[in-house]
């Protein structure tokens, strides 16, 4: 092909239900933990929720159309488990909804990648103990084989869950996610039942003809400085970030310095025999790359955007490293997607990967011609794009690549001051326009 990428290679876009869809209280749906977490007072930026979003629930088909109108070939969108399975029994219209969904995927030459969990649990469960409890990691297995049964005809590609690290550390250790809890060390526990999630669900779901997997945030940590102090805190957060999840999943046991640094070595002890259900074999894993990240003591040159609140990171801060930055404050380094997949690779030499999610936020401004011209975001696609081309010229095992995202949407504790779209909304009128961003794609791809 003329862009240098095999024609087999696949191009997609990702969005995540409770970002995009809306429509809360439609057919049956159930609270999740981020109606829950969005309606409290001092959680999201702008003050804002998810009830319509981008009201993808019921825009859908010509969201899809304009997918397909810009040449690409997969669509990466999450199933809200609070449709399915709401209060424990299944909701049909919850399911219903999905099929239409895959099925103008299909309709429009468009390969359904879906994902089961992307972070909006069922409030009932979460009152039930959350992801605290191994509970939720069965019931998640029930709501995997019910929505596979159902689909499995119209979807062919499965992801378990997204970023099982935010769900943890975000959501159970610094509280800036829902459920909002900030539980510590115990926030491990849900590292260890989101994982036992994805296990158990495999199990129940892989069959002939499917391709299943499980999208993590992998990202390359470097040490601020070459002192020994640095250094290790380089390791705990590469232990926190990479290996806690990376080495279960592909090597069938976790890193023992990470549970001894968190004081968890005996309460893992306890689980090790559901270690074989999680390192079963993945047919893919799912890599989203946004930025690296460097470290330091807190002696080191200290100046800190985020500094994570992750149990067993006291003794770490992160460091600006003089990157150019998104508005998200995340550093700009394609060369960390090489990075980061390059590692993986030497984890799992033979396991195919996808860029599950790539993508920046930045301000954008629609002209008075009414065009959205975002340079930065399309200099930023550009310059990952060329690495998964270099990778893939190389014979690395990259099939895809899925930009996110394919709308702005909302973005979480940011609510709407972030966008990531290579399609623009209006959010007072749900307009869409495609960014330049989103037209160097299609010229890239086409
Ligand atoms: S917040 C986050 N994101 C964004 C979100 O919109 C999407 O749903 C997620 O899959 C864009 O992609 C993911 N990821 C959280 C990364 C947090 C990294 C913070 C590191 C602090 C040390």
């Not at 970002?19 to 749906?29: F, L």
């Not at 390192?279 to 799912?286: N, R, S």
């Not at 599950?356 to 550009?382: I, K």
Request: aromatic letters at 10%; one cysteine or more.
């Amino acid at each position: 092909m003329t862009n240098g990428f095999p024609s087999g290679f696949t191009w997609g876009a990702a969005t995540a239900s409770y970002q995009v869809e809306g429509a809360i209280n439609a057919d049956g749906r159930g609270p999740s933990i981020w109606d829950t977490f969005a309606n409290t007072p001092g959680t999201i930026a702008d003050g804002s929720t998810g009830d319509v979003a981008v009201d993808h629930y019921h825009r859908f088909a010509d969201d899809i159309r304009m997918l397909a109108d810009l040449g690409l070939t997969a669509y990466r969108f999450s199933i809200a488990w609070p449709r399915i399975m709401p209060t424990g029994t299944v909701n049909q219209p919850g399911l219903d909804f999905y099929r239409r969904l895959a099925e103008t995927c299909l309709a429009n030459g468009m390969t359904p990648y879906a994902t089961l969990y992307h972070w909006d649990l069922p409030q009932p469960l979460e009152d039930a103990g959350g992801w605290l409890v191994r509970d939720t990691a069965e019931r998640f297995r029930d709501y995997a084989a019910v929505t596979h049964d159902a689909l499995s005809d119209v979807v062919k590609h499965w992801m378990t869950l997204n970023e099982p690290w935010c769900s943890a550390f975000l959501g159970y250790g610094s509280g800036e996610h829902a459920p909002g809890r900030t539980e510590g060390t115990d926030a491990l526990k849900a590292v260890h039942h989101l994982l036992l999630g994805h296990g158990l669900a495999l199990d129940a779901i892989r069959s002939e003809g499917g391709s299943y997997g499980i999208a993590l945030n992998p990202a390359p940590i470097h040490a601020a400085t070459d002192s020994p102090a640095d250094r290790d805190a380089a390791r705990r957060i590469d232990g926190l970030r990479n290996r806690l999840f990376l080495e279960p999943l592909l090597s069938g046991q976790y890193p023992a310095d990470v549970l001894e640094d968190t004081g968890m070595s005996d309460w893992f002890a306890a689980q090790e025999a559901d270690l074989p259900l999680i390192g079963a074999p993945l047919d893919f894993l799912g890599v989203n790359y946004y930025c690296p990240t460097t470290v330091a003591a807190p002696d080191g040159p200290i100046s800190t955007p985020r500094a994570s609140d992750q149990p067993g990171s006291e003794n770490v801060v992160a460091v600006d490293p003089g990157l150019p930055k998104t508005q998200m404050g995340w550093s700009v380094q394609a060369s960390g997607l090489r990075d980061i997949l390059v590692s993986i690779n030497k984890l799992a030499p033979e396991l195919p990967l996808y860029v599950t999610e790539n993508g920046s936020a930045y301000p954008d401004v629609v002209t008075a011609d009414g065009q959205v011209e975002d340079d930065e975001r399309l200099d930023y696609l550009r310059q990952h794009v060329a690495v998964c081309k270099d990778l893939v010229t190389e014979g690395f095992p990259l099939k895809g690549y899925f930009a996110w995202s394919l709308l702005d949407n909302f973005e979480w504790a940011w609510g709407y001051s972030r966008r990531f779209g290579i399609v623009y909304v209006d959010y007072a009128t749900q307009q869409r326009i495609v960014k330049k961003s989103g037209r160097w794609l299609q010229d890239f791809v086409g």
